[in-house]
């Protein structure tokens, strides 16, 4: 029981890391700027690529 004691808070540090190393790889990095727009810009008739 005490191998347990050792070995399990060690594996659930292994999973934090591995999950934060997998969000690093998911996620683009903040510091570029995303490829499309969250708020599309209107054009000269003032209508929004979403609108009808």
């Known amino acids: 029981m005490a191998v347990f004691a050792v070995i399990i808070p060690v594996l659930m540090l292994g999973v934090v890391l591995a999950l934060g190393r997998y969000e690093e790889w998911l996620l ?3 510091s570029q700027p ?3 727009p969250l708020v599309p810009e209107p054009d000269e008739t003032g209508r929004t690529a979403l609108s009808h």
Do not use: F, H, I, Q
């Open 34 to 36: 995303d490829e499309l």
């Open 28 to 30: 683009p990095p903040a």
